[in-house]
């Protein structure tokens, strides 16, 4: 039997906080017609103020073809954010058609923006919750009983998922689909979306490299693209340092408080970034992963793996790339 997804959607809404989740369990719906010739995917609603078309914040329209006031069955409830939620945390009648429905469907989502009206409906009292980046600490802030965790891209606690700003909500949903239909069916989803591969809730909404080169700034932007075109090569402090045109120790010291990493553990972020990108092409052993990363042989990839992820290179294929 088919699982029903109410998007609750409004004038402002970000539209890939529900165009993203949408197309994921479309595609898996279909994955599952195909494959075992039955119908027992996902099946989608749109619930608005009222019926008709409803302008997003990018200009494009659905069509909302329930109201808040209908309570049919769902088992899904889905919360995108928007360019300004406070207007809908004001309206008494939105809020007591989202405290009825979570009381009504098995699973609530929020994507971005969304968490705040869970928090300000107190779904979100003593729970985990997370949202984009920039908009944590106001979370934070505004409701104290909700535990933020800005850094996740998300966070499933009892029936209640929250996720980051726009492409956490896919990630969101693909685990969902795994969730209900198995890593297989997530994994075809995936694929077929393109994407290169799920990440799991826990992992940052940033990756390490890229917030320390937002906060090296201009400082050393041009050394981060020289490492970055140059992994596969053996790479020195003393040469990272004479690229920077400083003495060792100085650049050691101010790399350091720049980036809050010592150059080596940033060198050694940035292999492994590629060397996860070559793991989703799927075509290298990890021997050549390894040779291509910089880190020369599969024992030494193995030990960073296991220092950054928790995991080995195999388990992290097995787990996160292959059906």
């Known amino acids: 039997m088919s699982q029903i997804i109410e998007f609750v959607i409004f004038p402002g809404a970000l539209g890939l906080d529900i165009t993203g989740p949408l197309e994921v369990f479309h595609t898996a719906s279909a994955i599952i017609e195909q494959k075992r010739k039955e119908n027992t ?3 989608t609603r749109f619930a608005g103020a009222n019926k008709g078309p409803v302008r997003l914040s990018s200009g494009l329209e659905i069509v909302a073809n329930a109201t808040f006031k209908d309570m ?6 889905l919360v995108p954010g928007g360019s300004d939620v406070s207007k809908l945390i004001n309206d008494y009648d939105f ?3 989202i405290l009825k429905r979570s009381k009504q469907v098995k699973r609530i989502i929020s ?3 969304g968490a705040f009206i869970l928090a300000a409906a107190g779904l979100l009292d003593g729970k985990q919750a997370t949202t984009h980046w920039r908009v944590a600490d106001e979370l934070a802030k505004r409701y104290p009983k909700v535990k933020v965790r800005p850094d ?3 966070i499933h606690e009892d029936n209640i998922y929250t996720s980051a700003g726009v492409t956490a909500g896919i990630d969101l949903a693909l685990a969902l689909v795994e969730e209900d239909f198995g890593v297989s ?7 077929l979306l393109v994407l290169y591969y799920r990440r799991p809730g826990s992992q940052s909404q940033f990756s390490t490299p890229l917030k320390a080169q937002e906060a090296a700034g201009k400082r050393f932007s041009d050394l981060h693209n020289w490492l970055v075109d140059n992994l596969g090569a053996p790479i020195s402090v003393e040469q990272m340092a004479e690229y920077s045109t400083m003495s060792q120790r100085n650049f050691t010291r101010v790399f350091k408080i720049k980036t809050g990493m010592t150059p080596n553990k940033y060198l050694e972020t940035l292999r492994l970034d590629r060397a996860r990108e070559i793991m989703v ?4 052993s990890l021997d050549r992963i390894a040779e291509i990363s910089g880190f020369g042989r599969e024992e030494r990839l193995r030990r960073a793996f296991l220092r950054r992820f928790g995991v080995t290179p195999s388990q992290y294929c097995l787990h996160f790339i292959q059906s």
Request: aromatic share 10%.
């Open 152 to 154: 996740a891209l998300f």
């Open 41 to 43: 995917g996902y099946k």
């Open 72 to 77: 049919s069955s769902a088992d899904i409830l």
């Open 281 to 284: 092409a799927g075509n290298e």
């Open 111 to 113: 994507v971005c923006k």
């Open 95 to 97: 809020m007591d058609y």
């Open 185 to 191: 069916i997530a994994i075809e989803v995936a694929r």
